[in-house]
């Protein structure tokens, strides 16, 4: 079984960066997808980044485009969302999961984009607020 914890949140005004983690355990070997996932408040959870292990592919969502940047560090099986100019309607709590057969990419095949239906495993999630 495979855990996950998203870290690295907090307060942040507008414009400003963060920088998120997420410490996967196990080994990446085991699961095919490791993504990121948002919350804003009263709305609904939605998918920002996905990060496919075999070849180091990233899908970002169409909104996370040019301000998100996710990475890898293979060594600490950890990920990374960067995020700058962090706008208020950012707020939320950031999640991260694993997919572990690949769902989630027959999912964003049919246009369907970044769904959580497609993840298997999830964190507790870290809280960014961006106000000033």
């Known amino acids: 079984r495979f855990s996950c914890r998203a870290s690295g949140g907090g307060l942040v005004q507008p414009g400003g960066s963060l920088r998120l983690s997420c410490a996967a355990s196990?080994?990446?070997?085991?699961?095919?997808?490791i993504g990121w996932f948002r919350q804003a408040p009263g709305k609904e959870r939605e998918g920002v980044s996905l990060?496919?292990?075999?070849?180091?592919?990233?899908y970002y969502a169409d909104s996370m485009k040019g301000r998100f940047t996710m990475s890898r560090d293979n060594a600490k099986n950890t990920v990374y969302l960067q995020m700058n100019s962090l706008k208020p309607e950012d707020t939320g709590v950031y999640f991260c999961?694993?997919?572990?057969?690949?769902?989630?990419?027959?999912?964003?095949?049919?246009?369907?984009?970044?769904?959580?239906?497609?993840?298997?495993?999830w964190g507790k999630g870290t809280l960014v607020t961006v106000s000033s």
């Open positions: 196990g080994s990446a070997l085991d699961y095919n997808a």
């Open positions: 999961a694993v997919d572990r057969d690949g769902s989630s990419w027959v999912v964003i095949g049919l246009g369907l984009g970044l769904s959580e239906r497609g993840m298997d495993y």
């Open positions: 990060f496919r292990n075999r070849d180091g592919f990233i």
